[in-house]
T-cell receptor, first 114, second 110 residues
Framework: NAGVTQTPKFQVLKTGQSMTLQCAQD?????MSWYRQDPGMGLRLIHY???????DQGEVPNGYNVSRSTTEDFPLRLLSAAPSQTSVYFC?????????????FGPGTRLTVL | RKEVEQDPGPFNVPEGATVAFNCTYS??????FFWYRQDCRKEPKLLMS???SGNEDGRFTAQLNRASQYISLLIRDSKLSDSATYLC???????????FGTGTSLTVIP
Protein backbone atom coordinates (compact mmCIF):
# COMPACT_ATOMS: atom_id res chain seq x y z
CA ASN A 1 0.00 0.00 0.00
CA ALA A 2 1.19 3.48 -0.86
CA GLY A 3 -0.89 4.94 1.99
CA VAL A 4 -1.68 8.63 1.49
CA THR A 5 0.00 10.34 -1.45
CA GLN A 6 0.09 14.03 -2.26
CA THR A 7 1.20 15.96 -5.30
CA PRO A 8 2.99 18.21 -5.88
CA LYS A 9 5.57 18.27 -3.11
CA PHE A 10 6.46 21.89 -3.75
CA GLN A 11 4.63 24.68 -5.55
CA VAL A 12 5.17 28.38 -6.07
CA LEU A 13 2.22 30.48 -7.18
CA LYS A 14 1.66 34.10 -7.93
CA THR A 15 -1.13 35.98 -6.19
CA GLY A 16 -4.42 35.36 -7.94
CA GLN A 17 -3.44 32.08 -9.57
CA SER A 18 -5.49 28.96 -8.94
CA MET A 19 -4.32 25.42 -8.50
CA THR A 20 -5.34 22.01 -7.21
CA LEU A 21 -3.47 20.01 -4.61
CA GLN A 22 -3.97 16.32 -5.17
CA CYS A 23 -4.49 13.72 -2.46
CA ALA A 24 -5.14 10.02 -2.84
CA GLN A 25 -5.29 7.08 -0.46
CA ASP A 26 -5.44 3.36 -1.15
CA UNK A 27 -6.60 2.17 2.28
CA UNK A 28 -10.33 2.45 1.53
CA UNK A 29 -10.73 5.01 4.30
CA UNK A 30 -14.01 6.86 4.43
CA UNK A 31 -12.71 9.91 6.26
CA MET A 32 -10.31 12.31 4.58
CA SER A 33 -9.22 15.76 5.59
CA TRP A 34 -7.00 18.65 4.64
CA TYR A 35 -4.90 20.61 7.12
CA ARG A 36 -2.57 23.51 6.84
CA GLN A 37 0.37 23.86 9.18
CA ASP A 38 1.92 27.19 9.99
CA PRO A 39 4.60 28.00 12.57
CA GLY A 40 3.09 28.37 16.02
CA MET A 41 -0.40 27.54 14.76
CA GLY A 42 -0.27 23.79 14.63
CA LEU A 43 -2.46 21.78 12.28
CA ARG A 44 -5.64 23.58 11.32
CA LEU A 45 -8.45 21.73 9.59
CA ILE A 46 -9.51 23.22 6.25
CA HIS A 47 -12.10 20.78 4.92
CA TYR A 48 -13.01 17.20 5.54
CA UNK A 49 -15.10 14.43 4.03
CA UNK A 50 -16.80 11.44 5.62
CA UNK A 51 -17.34 9.66 2.31
CA UNK A 52 -17.74 10.07 -1.42
CA UNK A 53 -20.06 12.95 -2.22
CA UNK A 54 -19.94 14.40 1.31
CA UNK A 55 -17.72 17.30 2.33
CA ASP A 56 -17.80 19.84 5.12
CA GLN A 57 -15.88 22.85 6.32
CA GLY A 58 -13.29 22.81 9.01
CA GLU A 59 -11.76 25.62 11.01
CA VAL A 60 -10.22 27.63 8.14
CA PRO A 61 -12.15 26.92 4.90
CA ASN A 62 -12.11 30.36 3.27
CA GLY A 63 -10.32 30.44 -0.06
CA TYR A 64 -10.41 26.67 -0.53
CA ASN A 65 -12.78 24.24 -2.21
CA VAL A 66 -12.91 20.47 -2.06
CA SER A 67 -14.81 17.67 -3.72
CA ARG A 68 -14.97 13.93 -3.11
CA SER A 69 -16.13 12.06 -6.17
CA THR A 70 -14.44 8.80 -5.17
CA THR A 71 -13.37 7.17 -1.93
CA GLU A 72 -9.73 7.39 -2.99
CA ASP A 73 -9.33 11.02 -4.04
CA PHE A 74 -9.81 14.29 -2.18
CA PRO A 75 -8.38 17.26 -4.09
CA LEU A 76 -8.04 20.72 -2.56
CA ARG A 77 -8.53 23.72 -4.82
CA LEU A 78 -7.17 27.18 -4.22
CA LEU A 79 -9.45 29.51 -6.10
CA SER A 80 -7.34 32.68 -6.12
CA ALA A 81 -4.10 32.26 -4.24
CA ALA A 82 -3.09 34.82 -1.65
CA PRO A 83 0.20 35.22 0.26
CA SER A 84 -1.69 34.25 3.45
CA GLN A 85 -2.10 30.79 1.94
CA THR A 86 1.63 30.18 2.01
CA SER A 87 1.83 27.11 4.18
CA VAL A 88 2.46 23.39 4.34
CA TYR A 89 -0.63 21.40 3.42
CA PHE A 90 -1.25 17.89 4.70
CA CYS A 91 -3.90 15.48 3.58
CA UNK A 92 -4.93 12.74 6.00
CA UNK A 93 -7.25 9.77 6.07
CA UNK A 94 -8.73 7.40 8.61
CA UNK A 95 -11.50 4.83 8.86
CA UNK A 96 -14.79 6.42 9.80
CA UNK A 97 -15.49 4.31 12.81
CA UNK A 98 -15.83 6.82 15.62
CA UNK A 99 -13.31 4.65 17.39
CA UNK A 100 -9.67 4.51 18.17
CA UNK A 101 -8.15 4.43 14.73
CA UNK A 102 -5.42 6.90 13.98
CA UNK A 103 -5.24 9.35 11.14
CA UNK A 104 -2.63 8.72 8.45
CA PHE A 105 -0.92 11.68 6.82
CA GLY A 106 0.47 12.27 3.38
CA PRO A 107 3.98 13.73 2.94
CA GLY A 108 2.69 17.27 2.52
CA THR A 109 2.77 20.01 -0.11
CA ARG A 110 4.85 23.11 0.54
CA LEU A 111 3.11 26.04 -1.08
CA THR A 112 4.53 29.52 -1.48
CA VAL A 113 2.36 32.34 -2.81
CA LEU A 114 4.24 35.39 -4.00
CA ARG B 1 -10.71 28.38 24.12
CA LYS B 2 -8.65 26.06 21.95
CA GLU B 3 -9.79 22.46 21.72
CA VAL B 4 -6.30 21.22 22.55
CA GLU B 5 -3.43 23.09 24.16
CA GLN B 6 0.22 22.19 24.45
CA ASP B 7 3.29 23.89 25.79
CA PRO B 8 5.31 24.60 22.62
CA GLY B 9 8.63 24.35 24.43
CA PRO B 10 11.29 24.09 23.25
CA PHE B 11 12.56 21.40 25.54
CA ASN B 12 16.33 20.93 25.35
CA VAL B 13 17.46 17.93 27.37
CA PRO B 14 20.69 15.92 27.62
CA GLU B 15 20.91 12.36 26.41
CA GLY B 16 19.62 9.95 28.99
CA ALA B 17 17.26 12.44 30.59
CA THR B 18 13.61 11.88 31.28
CA VAL B 19 11.22 14.42 29.79
CA ALA B 20 7.47 14.80 30.07
CA PHE B 21 4.96 16.64 27.93
CA ASN B 22 1.41 17.52 28.85
CA CYS B 23 -1.53 18.37 26.72
CA THR B 24 -4.92 19.62 27.90
CA TYR B 25 -8.20 19.29 26.05
CA SER B 26 -11.33 21.33 26.56
CA UNK B 27 -14.15 19.05 25.42
CA UNK B 28 -15.19 16.33 27.83
CA UNK B 29 -16.77 14.46 24.89
CA UNK B 30 -13.28 13.64 23.63
CA UNK B 31 -12.97 9.91 23.37
CA UNK B 32 -9.72 8.95 21.70
CA PHE B 33 -6.28 10.32 22.35
CA PHE B 34 -3.02 10.09 20.48
CA TRP B 35 0.56 11.25 20.45
CA TYR B 36 2.13 11.95 17.07
CA ARG B 37 5.75 12.60 16.26
CA GLN B 38 6.74 15.02 13.51
CA ASP B 39 10.27 15.27 12.21
CA CYS B 40 11.47 18.45 10.57
CA ARG B 41 9.81 18.98 7.19
CA LYS B 42 7.97 15.66 7.42
CA GLU B 43 4.42 14.59 8.05
CA PRO B 44 3.13 13.67 11.53
CA LYS B 45 3.27 9.96 12.30
CA LEU B 46 1.54 8.12 15.08
CA LEU B 47 3.78 7.53 18.07
CA MET B 48 1.20 5.90 20.28
CA SER B 49 -2.44 5.88 21.20
CA UNK B 50 -3.34 6.76 24.77
CA UNK B 51 -5.52 4.34 26.68
CA UNK B 52 -7.55 5.06 29.78
CA SER B 53 -5.38 2.86 31.97
CA GLY B 54 -2.17 4.31 30.59
CA ASN B 55 0.16 2.46 28.28
CA GLU B 56 3.82 1.97 27.67
CA ASP B 57 5.86 1.30 24.59
CA GLY B 58 9.50 0.83 25.40
CA ARG B 59 10.85 4.13 26.69
CA PHE B 60 7.56 5.91 26.07
CA THR B 61 4.67 6.07 28.53
CA ALA B 62 1.34 7.74 27.84
CA GLN B 63 -1.20 8.64 30.49
CA LEU B 64 -4.75 9.96 30.38
CA ASN B 65 -6.42 11.90 33.17
CA ARG B 66 -10.09 12.33 32.26
CA ALA B 67 -10.98 14.18 35.46
CA SER B 68 -8.46 16.92 34.73
CA GLN B 69 -8.74 16.54 30.96
CA TYR B 70 -5.12 16.11 30.09
CA ILE B 71 -2.85 13.56 28.50
CA SER B 72 0.84 13.18 29.05
CA LEU B 73 3.82 11.61 27.35
CA LEU B 74 6.89 10.54 29.28
CA ILE B 75 10.12 9.73 27.48
CA ARG B 76 12.77 7.95 29.50
CA ASP B 77 16.46 7.63 28.66
CA SER B 78 16.22 10.20 25.87
CA LYS B 79 18.11 9.47 22.66
CA LEU B 80 19.40 11.91 20.06
CA SER B 81 16.92 10.33 17.67
CA ASP B 82 14.03 11.44 19.89
CA SER B 83 14.57 15.02 18.74
CA ALA B 84 11.35 16.01 17.00
CA THR B 85 8.08 17.81 17.56
CA TYR B 86 5.44 15.90 19.52
CA LEU B 87 1.81 16.60 18.77
CA CYS B 88 -1.10 15.50 20.86
CA UNK B 89 -4.43 14.78 19.21
CA UNK B 90 -7.93 14.12 20.48
CA UNK B 91 -11.02 12.79 18.78
CA UNK B 92 -14.55 13.24 20.03
CA UNK B 93 -17.00 10.40 20.44
CA UNK B 94 -19.10 11.77 17.57
CA UNK B 95 -17.86 12.34 14.08
CA UNK B 96 -14.31 11.66 13.09
CA UNK B 97 -12.58 14.99 13.46
CA UNK B 98 -9.17 15.09 15.05
CA UNK B 99 -8.03 18.11 17.01
CA PHE B 100 -4.31 18.69 17.27
CA GLY B 101 -2.19 20.63 19.66
CA THR B 102 0.40 23.03 18.28
CA GLY B 103 3.19 20.61 19.14
CA THR B 104 6.07 20.55 21.60
CA SER B 105 9.59 20.77 20.26
CA LEU B 106 12.18 18.44 21.81
CA THR B 107 15.91 18.57 21.20
CA VAL B 108 18.09 15.95 22.84
CA ILE B 109 21.63 17.22 23.29
CA PRO B 110 24.72 14.98 23.27
Amino acid sequence: NAGVTQTPKFQVLKTGQSMTLQCAQDMNHEYMSWYRQDPGMGLRLIHYSVGAGITDQGEVPNGYNVSRSTTEDFPLRLLSAAPSQTSVYFCASSPFDGGRNEQFFGPGTRLTVL
Amino acid sequence: RKEVEQDPGPFNVPEGATVAFNCTYSNSASQSFFWYRQDCRKEPKLLMSVYSSGNEDGRFTAQLNRASQYISLLIRDSKLSDSATYLCAVKRNTGNQFYFGTGTSLTVIP
